[in-house]
């Protein structure tokens, strides 16, 4: 008989992974068309409510001669969205990755297929009315929105339809940014809550198919191009980053509170939530008549932050006006993504920072304080280190953007208990733990923990010598599941205290649900949740070698809780010279 580890391998990944992986290219490749039309949606509403045309071009609502009159098309755009929401889906409502988040964790990745038209719809509506927001969130809901319809065509398990809302999700940004890496790692970070061959596979296909669809309907990337700059930035140049991290950690911190401020003054509003789009909206209309690159996506800001060469009052308008905008329409859970303008207001961050920290070229501290601003606020670090790469294909700012990016994601996670996305699942009574870690029962084994100290049952007992086994058990502390073995010590069967109770002639033996010595722990408590027993006799080439019940495996997690708990100095330092006292001369 082989050893069971010998049937263990590092991953559980079976070919399925192959048609899902089939099915996540062409939900990739689908997702850039929905990136695509989104795009189109967002400029033709942009010419219809600020210049009276139809056309798909992409405009900016700064440029606007409205006067006055602009102050009424965000709260226009507000009551549009309040009605979608509350006649179509009040899904619709916020920037969408929380949504997603949510579909995975409550829904078993089931997705309405009206969201996958009134979310691009709705966020279009937002963001052409001038709503300070991004393309990105909602063609992230939308995208996994697709896979998740696509995915309830065939019969799946919950698992694999989860991996193709992800993969569609992930496409959408590789498509709208041309990051498709960085759009792997966001899936990985913020929505598979795992981190396996099974899921990986299709959803870093899918973005790639993505990825390699946009060259032909959107065009190639970078999105913000940026001057390159030096590989080496010296000691003075890394202590800058230090700076800049703290500084993007705060900010980080600021916007989360100030989001969640906002939403919980519109909840104690004595009116329906469906008008709360165009309260958010005047305060939008309000924002762009004092600063007018606080609407819309801004794209052209971000890339002249980055390009620096801005004037202070841009930095000043991104940072008190756009800000204050984007919290409060935000809040008001209109619909609308983060991404854009969290790289704004790093950019601008940037800006400020470049007065007074050391020079390292033109753009290089917005470039930083965005990838910072990002990490920070999504708690997602590697994401927003690659994300900050792809979409200005500068590799030499790689050092600096992981040292303020690490140190922006440690402020937040040390000032605040949950991020901006996972906030609000939180205000919907779920709670998620972000942290990644390597199950303990998956590295301690049935061996370590089993008692080797068990009753067993010669095979032909009687019922007079059972039942004197039972008292003598009931005396002391006494074991609930008895095997039953042969002259050899090979298990034939089990028998339970009730069984032995209820004995009124031969003895029925039980068909014994067992475990092997080498096998993990986490094995175990999977098989225990199959079968529902909670006592497993232990065999060792058919023989009984011990038993191992759920109190054993909940002992070694409380060892492994131990080991991260204790704390002891292993190795003290002696100083090999020291002066002898007079009473040892």
Known sequence: MKRTSQHLGDFTTTARVVPISL?????????????????????????????????????????????????????????????????????????????????????????????????????????????????????????????????????????????????????????????????????????????????????????AAAGAARRYILGLGPLFPVPQ??????????????????????????????????????????????????????????????????????YDTI??????????????????????????????????????????????????????????????????????????????PFTAILFALELTHDINVLLPLLVAGMLAHATTVLLLKRSILTEKVARRGFHLTREYSTDPLEILFVREVMRTQVVALPDGSGIDSLRDTLIRQTAHRGQHLYPVIDGDRHLKGVLTRRDIRELAGSPQLRTPVVAHPDEPLRVVVFRMAETGFTRMPVVDDGRLVGMVSLHDLLTARARSLNEERTRERVLRLRVPFRRRAASEL
């Open 229 to 298: 700059h030096a590989i080496f930035i010296g000691p003075h140049g890394l202590a800058g980053c230090v700076v800049a991290g703290l500084l993007a950690g705060g900010l980080s911190s600021l916007l989360t509170l100030g989001v969640y401020a906002a939403e919980d003054s519109f909840l104690k509003l004595p009116i329906h939530w469906k008008w709360w789009p165009a309260i958010g909206g005047l305060a939008v209309g309000l924002g762009g008549m004092i600063f007018p690159q606080a609407l819309g996506v801004g």
């Open 23 to 207: 099915l996540a290219v062409g939900i990739g490749i689908l997702s850039t068309f929905v990136a695509w039309a989104l795009l189109r949606l967002i400029g033709f509403f942009t010419n219809v409510f600020y210049y009276g045309r139809f056309s798909t071009a992409m405009a900016s609502p700064a440029e606007n001669h409205l006067g006055w009159f602009a102050v009424l098309v965000p709260v226009a755009g507000g009551l549009i969205i309040g009605a979608m929401a509350y006649y179509g889906s009040e899904r619709i409502r916020g920037h969408g990755i929380p949504e997603a988040l949510e579909s995975i964790l409550i829904n078993g990745s089931k997705v309405q297929p009206r969201l996958a038209i009134l979310k691009p719809l709705s966020s279009a509506i937002s963001i052409g009315s001038g709503g300070p927001f991004g393309a990105e969130g909602p063609i992230i809901m939308t995208g996994g929105a697709i896979g998740s319809v696509i995915s309830q065509l065939f019969h799946l398990t919950a698992a694999e339809r989860k991996t193709l809302l992800v993969a569609g999700a992930a496409a959408g940004m590789s498509a709208t940014f041309a990051t498709p890496v960085a759009a792997v790692l966001l899936a990985v970070e913020l929505l598979l809550f795992e981190w396996k061959p099974r899921s990986a596979i299709p959803v870093a296909l899918a973005s």
């Open 303 to 380: 890339r002249n932050l980055l390009q620096g060469d801005v004037p202070r009052t841009v930095i000043a308008g991104v940072l008190l006006v756009k800000s204050a905008i984007w919290v409060i329409s935000l809040g008001s859970g209109t619909s609308g993504g983060v991404l854009a303008p969290l790289l704004m207001m790093g950019a601008a961050l940037g800006g400020v920072e470049a007065a007074f920290l050391p020079n390292c070229g033109a753009g290089f501290w917005p470039l930083v304080s965005m990838g910072a601003i990002l990490a920070g606020t999504m708690r997602a």
